[in-house]
């Protein structure tokens, strides 16, 4: 079975400083990752996702994230935040024989601080 | 074009009371999914369809049925709603299911239900 740990549930940082958000994940076969964001009081929008090749993953809003198997992890980080990128944040995992069931992290809230 | 909707967007019930959660979704989609959002619990599936006529548990799903009515709508159904089930419930689609190196699945914007 996979499961998705997110390190922190709150992060504080003030606009236009950078920002890592971290993902850890366990699995014995191979995974596919993803972060999604929530917009307060919306449903979940995909940013990236991850599900071979380059280990550098480029989302929208100039997020990205990098996959590390040694490390099992695939933090998400942005160089300068802005005051509209305050929302959840959830890492999740799926594998190609139960892609229908993406397992969840607890979402990390990253709030910016004018 | 919509993408996914969800009704109600709001609801109080009574412990014991029945209600269902409408969702369509109209990007002819064949896949179709129903979470539930606990705080510090992130997402959690309780069940799925991976094509009109199917439907599957996912993680949770004891307390709940579903309905794949046709290709566009699943419907999550509470027949004897308790407090444990208060929370945001969000339904989503996605074109294939089961693939996801080119599948994205595309989220409602929930229902907040409180049972007393």
């Known amino acids: 079975a996979q499961s998705v740990t997110q390190l922190d549930s709150q992060v504080p940082v003030f606009e236009e400083a950078p920002v890592e958000l971290r993902c850890n994940y366990s699995?014995?076969?191979?995974?596919?990752l993803f972060w999604y964001v929530q917009y307060p009081n919306q449903g979940l929008q995909l940013l990236l996702k991850?599900?071979?090749?380059?280990?550098l993953v480029k989302g929208i809003n100039g997020f990205e994230a990098e996959f590390n198997k040694s490390q099992t992890s695939f933090h998400l980080r942005k160089p300068s935040v802005h005051i509209s990128d305050t929302a959840e944040y959830f890492c999740a995992v799926t594998t190609l024989l139960s892609a229908s069931k993406i397992i969840f992290g607890s979402g990390t809230r990253l709030s910016i601080r004018p | 074009n919509a993408g996914v909707t969800q009704t109600p967007k709001f609801q109080v019930l009574k412990t014991g009371q029945s209600m269902t959660l409408q969702c369509a979704q109209d990007m002819n989609h064949n896949s179709m999914y129903w979470y539930r959002q606990d705080p510090g619990m992130g997402l959690r599936l309780i069940y799925y369809s991976a094509s009109e006529g199917t439907t599957d548990k996912g993680e949770v799903p004891n307390g709940y049925n579903v309905s794949r009515l046709n290709k566009r709508e699943f419907s999550l159904r509470l027949e004897s709603a308790a407090p444990s089930q208060t929370s945001v419930y969000f339904c989503?689609?996605?074109?294939?299911?089961?693939?996801?190196?080119?599948?994205?699945?595309?989220f409602g914007p929930g229902t907040r239900l409180t049972v007393l």
């Open positions: 989503a689609s996605s074109e294939y299911g089961g693939q996801p190196d080119t599948d994205t699945q595309y």
């Open positions: 991850y599900l071979s090749g380059s280990t």
């Open positions: 699995s014995s076969v191979s995974v596919y």
